[in-house]
């Protein structure tokens, strides 16, 4: 139940998060945007610091707890601990020429079904947000121990 509430108030925080905090589109407000070890989004993210400033923190988000699969479609979606990691494979992080927003194809096999692999896109723009710094995913999962941290 207390789950429930904490999902309900993230997702709704997503929601909200886009129009009311400048940094909450994450492909704008952060620089250095890889993929790392297959399934970690290691980025550099602007927040304001104590001085007014904008202040810089480094993260590693482990996507396996945003990203699931679509067993019908075979196609990437986001889901609360969805360990993609399971099923995809040969990913890749990028920012299509001329737009902002980042992108995750990977190749991922459905557990269901004898078909081959399906290559699947998600804009990470639309699962994951730049909160004052630290990465979060649709779900409430933040970055690691390690990220979040000032330089
Ligand atoms: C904030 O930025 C301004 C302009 O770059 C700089 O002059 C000022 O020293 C900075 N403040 C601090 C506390 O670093
Ligand atoms: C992953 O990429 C390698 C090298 O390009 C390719 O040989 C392999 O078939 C790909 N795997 C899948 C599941 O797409
Ligand atoms: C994020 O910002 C980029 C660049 O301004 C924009 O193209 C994209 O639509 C935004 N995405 C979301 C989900 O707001």
Aim: aromatic share 8%; net charge negative; with cysteine.
């Amino acid at each position: 139940m207390q789950i429930l509430v904490l999902l309900a108030a993230a997702a709704s925080f997503l929601a909200t998060a886009a129009a009311a905090n400048p940094y909450a589109n994450f492909s704008r407000s952060c620089t250095a945007v890889g993929l790392f070890h297959n399934f970690f989004l290691g980025a550099t993210c602007c927040h304001p610091g104590d001085d007014g400033n904008d202040s810089q923190s480094e993260n590693e988000l482990d996507l396996t707890m945003c990203i699931g699969l679509n067993q019908v479609s075979g196609h990437m979606q986001w889901e609360v601990y969805g360990k993609f990691s399971n099923y995809c494979t040969n990913c890749t992080v990028f920012a299509p020429a001329g737009r902002a927003e980042h992108q995750l194809t990977c190749s991922c096999k459905p557990l269901v079904g004898s078909r081959g692999a399906v290559l699947s896109t998600l804009n990470l723009d639309e699962g994951i947000a730049n909160d004052w710094g630290t990465l979060k995913c649709a779900g409430g999962m933040a970055s690691s121990p390690r990220g979040g941290r000032d330089y």
